[in-house]
């Protein structure tokens, strides 16, 4: 669906013609409360991350809409295409204990071992000692637009319209203070996202846990 088609879905439950412009705000913000909320197959990306340029540095930069990270980091060495397995993800706090020396002259570098997110960068420890090395990463994506009439497709309008129209109608319930329908369409959404997280979370599951038997 275009911004308008869904402003169009919307006024069949919300019948009034003087708030398209907060019907329109509602359901941008209905959308990233969605994408914050959820790691929704339709926001999934990969990406290989560039490593330190300089031998010493020992941070490198997220992608510009990164949202929430899906499993742990992957090392490559590019030297010789070889995967050196998985990073640990560790608080800040460990981080700054275990490699507290990397603000010194003499720290310690290696392989990387762990990591820890902060301030929209990856800390790396300890020290890598090698520029060759490249970091897999699965993400969800959340940079935001607003939602207008010709915006085309509304993200989560085509298969969970009804889901994203609940959310429009709790939000523009609560603005005019009709708390009674706000808390009806309230209950609908968190019913729909429920369901769309248990959708996505059954697509992407492995069979481990099926035990089949013979016959």
Same mark, same amino acid.
């Given at each position: 669906?275009?911004?308008?088609?869904?402003?169009?879905?919307v006024?069949?439950?919300?019948?009034?013609?003087?708030?398209?412009?907060?019907?329109?705000?509602? @359901?941008? %913000?209905?959308?990233?409360?969605?994408? +914050?909320?959820?790691?929704?197959?339709?926001?999934?990306e !990969?990406? #290989?991350? /560039?490593?330190?340029?300089?031998?010493?540095?020992y941070?490198?930069?997220?992608?510009?809409?990164?949202?929430?990270?899906?499993?742990?980091?992957?090392?490559?060495? @590019?030297? %010789?295409?070889?995967?050196?397995?998985? +990073?640990?993800?560790?608080?800040?706090?460990?981080?700054? !204990?275990? #490699?507290? /020396?990397?603000?010194?002259?003499?720290?310690?570098?290696?392989?990387?071992?762990?990591?820890?997110?902060?301030g929209?960068?990856?800390?790396l420890?300890?020290?890598?000692d090698?520029?060759?090395?490249?970091?897999?990463?699965?993400?969800?994506?959340?940079?935001?637009?607003?939602?207008?009439?010709?915006?085309?497709?509304?993200?989560?309008?085509?298969?969970?319209r009804?889901?994203?129209?609940?959310?429009?109608?709790?939000?523009m319930?609560?603005?005019?203070?009709?708390?009674?329908?706000?808390?009806?369409?309230?209950?609908?959404?968190?019913?729909?996202?429920?369901?769309?997280?248990?959708?996505?979370?059954?697509?992407?599951?492995?069979?481990?846990?099926?035990?089949?038997?013979?016959?």
């Open positions: 669906m275009d911004g308008a088609t869904f402003l169009t879905y006024k069949k439950k919300f019948m009034r013609t003087d708030k398209d412009a907060e019907i329109y705000q509602a @359901t941008t %913000d209905i959308i990233a409360d969605m994408r +914050l909320n959820m790691r929704a197959e339709d926001f999934k !990969e990406a #290989y991350i /560039a490593g330190i340029s300089t031998l010493g540095d941070r490198i930069s997220l992608p510009t809409d990164f949202g929430h990270l899906i499993g742990d980091i992957s090392l490559i060495d @590019t030297s %010789d295409d070889s995967s050196l397995g998985e +990073l640990d993800k560790i608080s800040k706090q460990e981080y700054d !204990e275990q #490699y507290g /020396a990397r603000l010194l002259t003499d720290y310690t570098d290696g392989v990387p071992q762990d990591y820890c997110i902060y929209g960068q990856i800390f420890g300890p020290v890598p090698s520029v060759d090395y490249r970091y897999q990463i699965n993400y969800t994506t959340e940079a935001y637009t607003e939602v207008a009439a010709a915006t085309d497709p509304v993200p989560f309008s085509d298969r969970y009804n889901y994203l129209r609940a959310g429009v109608l709790m939000e319930h609560d603005l005019l203070e009709n708390y009674e329908e706000s808390g009806y369409w309230r209950v609908k959404y968190a019913e729909g996202v429920s369901i769309i997280k248990k959708n996505d979370g059954d697509n992407i599951a492995d069979n481990s846990g099926i035990m089949y038997s013979g016959v």
